[in-house]
């Protein structure tokens, strides 16, 4: 079993930079893990997505160039660095993590079994 814990969450002013951590425990090898975001209000939705085996990413065409997830050399914990942040930013942040490799699109919430708890992203003006 995976368990995953977020943090680096914060209020930060529209146009600075965060960098959010998913601290990853258990076997990951050939894992999908991925950042999800919620505001009250709104879907659940997929941000930037990472195979742990071959480095491979995907984003959202949302936060494409604004944000930059990464791993580190273990594959222990996931990054994503986040710039020019907007208020429309403002949610909470998820990780996620699916302990299968599956094809097509890797940001869909349905496809993940196991989630962090998130931490707080605020975007002020």
């Known amino acids: 079993q995976v368990q995953l814990m977020e943090s680096g969450g914060g209020s930060v002013q529209t146009g600075g930079s965060l960098r959010l951590s998913c601290t990853v425990t258990?076997?990951?090898?050939?894992?999908?893990v991925a950042w999800f975001r919620q505001a009250p209000g709104n879907e659940r939705e997929g941000l930037a997505a990472?195979?742990?085996?071959?480095?491979?990413?995907e984003y959202a065409d949302s936060v494409k160039g604004r944000f930059t997830i990464s791993q580190d050399n273990d594959k222990t914990t996931i990054y994503v660095e986040m710039t020019n942040l907007k208020p429309g930013d403002t949610a909470m942040y998820y990780c996620?993590?699916?302990?299968?490799?599956?094809?097509?699109?890797?940001?869909?919430?349905?496809?993940?079994?196991?989630w962090g708890q998130g931490t707080q992203v605020t975007v002020s003006s």
């Open positions: 258990g076997y990951i090898n050939d894992r999908i």
């Open positions: 996620a993590a699916s302990r299968i490799f599956f094809t097509g699109s890797w940001l869909s919430q349905t496809a993940y079994e196991y």
């Open positions: 990472i195979s742990t085996h071959i480095g491979k990413k």
